[in-house]
DNA sequence: GTAACTACTTACCAAAAGGTAATTGATATA
DNA sequence: TATATCAATTACCTTTTGGTAAGTAGTTAC
């Protein structure tokens, strides 16, 4: 009864994963995001954060966090046309799991280097 | 200067990033590492637990983060002969981490069926 | 008129990730 | 002798991901 409770558990731990990782799965969604919660950027600005991200990609990858609501796409008709990306409420909710993810991610490299 | 700063505080962030999305990217490393944080287990298990993984696959993402010193194999000469994998401390390290990953994604999943 | 800036899009290609199915090898049980 | 369990491994194939390079379209400065 108590391991099958256990079970359950895990179990329901592993299907909420999935709905997370499906949308920070792959090379450029988290950078863009992070590039998002230091302020509204337009495309230029983001191709200058990520400095090794292609315009395809970039451009792919920002339909898919727009169509997805992490982010919002606006469009000013200035001259020269200029597009403002902007996180949304949804998008502005990862800020927690961003900063465990930095926080792992400095103690990490800091435990590799000790140990090797 | 301000901005300069801001810019340099983005770029550091972006790069600590990279160090974790290294180790997390992959369908299946974040859920065996769920899987282990519910207590120790056996090859079998952890294919009971994520059903749908293949053998070929939970043998070459155990491979990987044994290498990342993420989790430990153990090997037992009991007959039938039993494997046992387990968290090291680093891998433990993660659960802060996965806590908001699980939070995240229920909080995402709920905003998804609200909005629909 | 031509070069440059904005924000992309398109075609093509290579590499990586992941799936399927069969096999391995040691031990134990019927 | 045949079958089952445990923990994988191997070969082969498909799908997904990502990279490169070039092009597009509108506006503006020289």
Redesign the interface.
């Known amino acids: 009864m108590e391991a099958k409770r ?2 359950e ?3 329901f ?2 299907m ?6 499906d ?1 920070i ?1 792959g ?1 450029w969604r ?2 863009i995001i ?2 998002l919660m ?2 509204n950027k337009r495309f230029g600005e983001i191709q200058r ?2 400095t090794d991200i292609s315009p395809k990609m970039l451009s792919q990858e920002l339909k898919f966090l727009e169509m997805n ?1 992490i982010i919002t796409r606006t469009l000013y008709d200035s001259m020269p046309i200029t597009v403002e990306y902007s996180l949304t409420e ?1 998008g502005k ?2 800020n ?14 800091k ?2 280097v000790r ?1 090797d």
């Open positions: 256990k079970d558990v895990c179990q731990r592993l909420a994963s999935r709905d997370a990782l949308i799965q090379k988290i950078p992070i590039s230091h302020g954060d990520i609501k949804l909710s990862m927690s799991l961003l900063e465990e993810l930095l926080k792992w991610g400095l103690y990490f490299r435990e590799l140990k």
